[in-house]
């Protein structure tokens, strides 16, 4: 199980910080992920992080703003979001996977395990 936080209203050029909980597995054996989807888009994988891999990818569109990071020992993944812009804004959920390719990074052929409720984040111009 995986629960997100953080989410919030903040003004363009702000900063954030989410994070993602997880319980029930072994939070090292799974790459973790985050995705969101705004309004009328499709959901966007835009950073994940895998231990066992030893690599964090990013989306072009978050990369030098965004740093995802985790905390193996607590179970805990962060994103720490800087520079917003209005167009973060999306309801942003974190996700595990077990099988991870660290070879194609957020395009994951196999589905993501398990799923987080969103949290929403708000940027405002």
């Known amino acids: 199980q995986l629960q997100a936080s953080g989410g919030g209203l903040v003004q363009a050029g702000g900063s954030l910080r989410l994070s993602c909980a997880a319980s029930g597995f072994t939070f090292g054996d799974y790459a973790i992920g985050w995705f969101r989807q705004a309004p009328g888009k499709e959901r966007e994988g835009f950073s994940c992080i895998s231990s066992s891999a030893g690599k964090t990818y990013y989306a072009d569109s978050v990369k030098g703003r965004f740093t995802i990071s985790s905390d193996n020992a607590k179970n805990m993944m962060y994103l720490q979001m800087n520079s917003l812009k209005p167009e973060d804004t999306a309801v942003y959920y974190c996700?595990?996977?077990?099988?991870?390719?660290?070879?194609?990074?957020?395009?994951?052929?196999?589905?993501?395990?398990?799923w987080g409720q969103g949290t929403l984040v708000t940027v405002s111009s």
């Open positions: 996700a595990a996977i077990r099988r991870f390719d660290p070879y194609r990074g957020l395009t994951q052929r196999r589905p993501w395990d398990a």
